[in-house]
Structures are given as structure tokens and as C-alpha cells.
């Protein structure tokens, strides 16, 4: 059994293709539980029968949150683990270039939580079970991505030059997954999910409105934009890197589907 933690819009893309795949895929759920579904307070004792694990829960404040009620239970009958980080582990680096070996150094807190629950899954893993430390880039997909946003009225096309961020498709994640429960480490293993081409955000709002046939929003510079941004996004635009990923692909096996925001934005587009 694949046993999934959290059904959100990554954890349910990776349980549909690992159905489709034939795989026993089950997701957990704070809720009442339906088909295909584990109560997340009976995680633990489902590691009696999962062979494979992604945990795709973010951390709180106590770490993170299968470890700090589930931990014990570890290894069951696991045999492979993938946790769902994020790239801002390797914090700013001025537009310069980080790769799987290049050691993480996090800017931002939530970064902080990130590596610290990366560290913890080393800790749990050592000697038991396969693991692998997947740091993604921005997710987008059907229903979140900026043709969306555009159709909502919400894009806005911020342009700060040389800034550049990178992303990844939610279908090439699932893929991945499943492509590294087939191609698994001998030990730990850094997986860098982003697509091959980092790229400014407002390029892919153009990109996005092309393909729609409409006129982009008007270019704000981020001067005049960062006052009304949110702290989260303020974040986001206070950091800039970009992220290799050639050891990953080599590792799994695999090119992307969606090798840039072009072909993924064109995806979601409705079929003719």
C-alpha cells in the first residue's frame, strides 16, 4: 500500500495516477473518512500494511506533524519514504544557480520548519527504510495556475528584472513520486522537483493571456506592487534562485511532461 498524507491538491494527483497505475493508493484525512481514505489519527497503525509513504503535510510549529504523533510506529512494514519539501530550503542566492548537492541554507521561517522536518524524516529513515528529500518548486495545475487567475480577474504582472522563479507542474510531481518508488536510493536522497526553466512571473502571465487571446494585465514594477503584497508574498519575491534539476531527472529516469511553464499552461487550456 501507498499511503499518502494529506489529500490536497498534490496528495490527490499523486493518488490518482498511483490508482491508475494499479497501486493500493490511500490518502488520510482529518475527517470523516471516505473510500480510499485513513483517518490521519489511524496513520500509524496503517504502516502495518504500507510498504511506500509521502508525506505531503507541511510543518507547524511542533515540527512536523506524522512524525510528532506517528513517529513510533516507524518503520511497520515501510520500505521507501518520499517527503514533500520546498526549494526555499537553499534560500537567496542573488539569481545564482543551486543544485541536489548544494547545502540548503533557509532565509525565511518557514524554510527553517522545512529543513528541520527534512533532518527529522533523515533521522527517522536511517537504517530503516529508502527516503527522499523532494524539494518543490512553485505547484501549478488545472483550477491554480495564471490562466486561472486571468480568467478570475486576480492576475497581476509584477515585474522585477533579473527575478526569476521556478515551478513544476502537479502531474510531473505525482510522476516523479511514483517514478521514485520504482528507481528508490540505497540511503537519503535530494530530489529537486522544478521544471527546466525558471522564469520571471510576469513572462508567464503574458504567456498565460496569449494563449487566451486577451490583453495582460498592465506591467506593475515591484516597487510600486510590493506595499499592497502580503508578507507570504513579499517572501517569495525576496528570494531568487535557480534550481537545477539534471540529477533528478538522471536519478528517476524521467524527462518532464511539462518541461516549462509553456507546455503546462497550454495543458490546462479546454481542448477544442
Not at 186 to 211: F, K, Q, Y
Request: net charge positive.
Amino acid at each position: 500500500m501507498l499511503l499518502i498524507i494529506g489529500e490536497g491538491f498534490t496528495g490527490a494527483e499523486i493518488a490518482r495516477q498511483a490508482r491508475a497505475a494499479g497501486m493500493d493508493a490511500r490518502t488520510t484525512t482529518r475527517g470523516t473518512p471516505r473510500a480510499g481514505q485513513i483517518a490521519f489519527a489511524d496513520a500509524g497503525a496503517a504502516l502495518r500494511d504500507a510498504a511506500q509513504l509521502v508525506m505531503t503535510a507541511p510543518p507547524g510549529d511542533a515540527g512536523d506533524p506524522f512524525l510528532a504523533t506517528h513517529g513510533a510506529a516507524l518503520p511497520g512494514a515501510l520500505r521507501w519514504a518520499g517527503y514533500l519539501s520546498t526549494t526555499g530550503v537553499y534560500g537567496d542566492r542573488n539569481g545564482g544557480a543551486v543544485d541536489e548537492d548544494t547545502p540548503p541554507a533557509p532565509g525565511q521561517p518557514r524554510s527553517q520548519r522545512r529543513l528541520a522536518a527534512e533532518q527529522a524524516w533523515r533521522a527517522a529513515a536511517a537504517g530503516r527504510f529508502a527516503l527522499d528529500l523532494m524539494r518543490v518548486a512553485g505547484i501549478y495545475g488545472p483550477g491554480r495556475s495564471a490562466v486561472d487567475d486571468l480568467r478570475a480577474g486576480q492576475a497581476r504582472r509584477v515585474e522585477k528584472p533579473g527575478h526569476a522563479f521556478g515551478r513544476i507542474h502537479v502531474e510531473d510531481i505525482a510522476r516523479a513520486v511514483l517514478a521514485a518508488i520504482a528507481h528508490p536510493p540505497a540511503g537519503a536522497r535530494v530530489l529537486n522537483l522544478t521544471d527546466d526553466e525558471a522564469a520571471p512571473s510576469a513572462d508567464v502571465i503574458a504567456h498565460a493571456a496569449a494563449l487566451l487571446g486577451v490583453a495582460p494585465p498592465p506591467a506593475i514594477p515591484f516597487a510600486e506592487a510590493a506595499p499592497r503584497m502580503s508578507e507570504m508574498a513579499l517572501s517569495f519575491w525576496a528570494e531568487n534562485r535557480r534550481v537545477m534539476n539534471a540529477k533528478t531527472k538522471a536519478a528517476l529516469h524521467m524527462t518532464w511532461r511539462y518541461p516549462t511553464y509553456r507546455e503546462g499552461l497550454a495543458a490546462i487550456l479546454p481542448k477544442p
